[in-house]
């Protein structure tokens, strides 16, 4: 099946699944409740209108997300979809150099692990208080 067929197919049982569950399939209503599960970037009801006409097929983060709004396997979406490894996902999200930080984070002491989780969290808190306005 090509890239194309994919994504037709894709689409066709996305409408499917959403019929069944009793939702009109159509972009403002799937993208509300995607965006409430999803812990990534938020996805635009134009995105959520290309999964419904065909036109594109979700990452696979997304597709995991979509599966959990959906209450299905990722794989009644997309029969050729394939669950990763937890530990080929972990190398993805994390990265080789990352993996070297946690790797050196787990190397400290107990004290110096407090220290050093204190600052993350106060650099993510307040990045995050800067990103809001």
């Not at 099946?1 to 209503?29: D, H, T």
């Not at 937890?86 to 993805?92: S, T």
């Amino acid at each position: 099946m090509n890239k194309n067929e994919r994504k037709k197919q894709f689409a066709k049982n996305l409408k499917r699944i959403m019929v069944e569950m009793g939702l009109k399939p159509m972009a403002s209503v799937l993208e509300p409740r995607f965006n409430l599960q999803n812990y990534g970037k938020d996805i635009s009801p134009h995105g959520v209108a290309k999964w419904l006409r065909g036109e594109s097929l979700p990452s696979y983060d997304k597709m995991i997300t979509l599966a959990k709004v959906l209450n299905v396997q990722p794989n009644e979406l997309q029969p050729d979809f394939k669950l990763k490894e937890e530990k080929q996902i972990k190398q993805e999200k994390i990265g080789y150099q990352n993996e070297e930080l946690c790797k050196a984070f787990l190397s400290l002491s107990v004290e110096q692990k407090k220290i050093v989780r204190e600052i993350i969290l106060s650099f993510a808190q307040n990045n995050c208080s800067e990103m809001k306005k």
